[in-house]
């Protein structure tokens, strides 16, 4: 089993960045794909991002591409979200996932969260 911790959620303004990192603990972070997932309040929980166990692929759900970039760090067991040009909409609890494969969409293992809040 993995354990995986979020960090670096918070308040910015529209147009401001953020990057969320989820440190990973288990020696075998390297064989998993990764993704992150957020939650707004009264909506379900959604696929936000996702990347292979190389870093090779990518995934992105439609309305973040071209704004937000799911990347890690093998060595340092660490999973990063850089979520530039955020927008009111892109508020919600982060989580990031251990995924039941890239293409799935899927989580199996989660993290407990992070607070991400944009102020118009």
């Known amino acids: 089993q993995v354990q995986l911790v979020e960090s670096g959620g918070g308040l910015v303004q529209a147009g401001g960045s953020l990057r969320l990192s989820c440190a990973a603990s288990?020696?075998?972070?390297?064989?998993?794909?990764m993704g992150w997932f957020r939650q707004a309040p009264g909506k379900e929980r959604e696929f936000v991002a996702g990347?292979?166990?190389?870093?090779?692929?990518?995934d992105y759900v439609d309305s973040v591409k071209g704004r937000f970039t799911i990347s890690r760090d093998n060595a340092k067991n660490t999973v990063y979200l850089q979520m530039n040009s955020l927008k009111p909409e892109d508020t919600a609890v982060y989580y990031c996932?251990?995924?039941?494969?890239?293409?799935?969409?899927?989580?199996?293992?989660w993290g407990q969260g992070t607070q991400v809040t944009v102020s118009s």
């Open positions: 288990g020696r075998t972070f390297s064989s998993y794909a």
């Open positions: 990347i292979s166990w190389s870093g090779e692929m990518t």
């Open positions: 996932a251990v995924l039941n494969g890239l293409g799935s969409r899927r989580g199996v293992y």
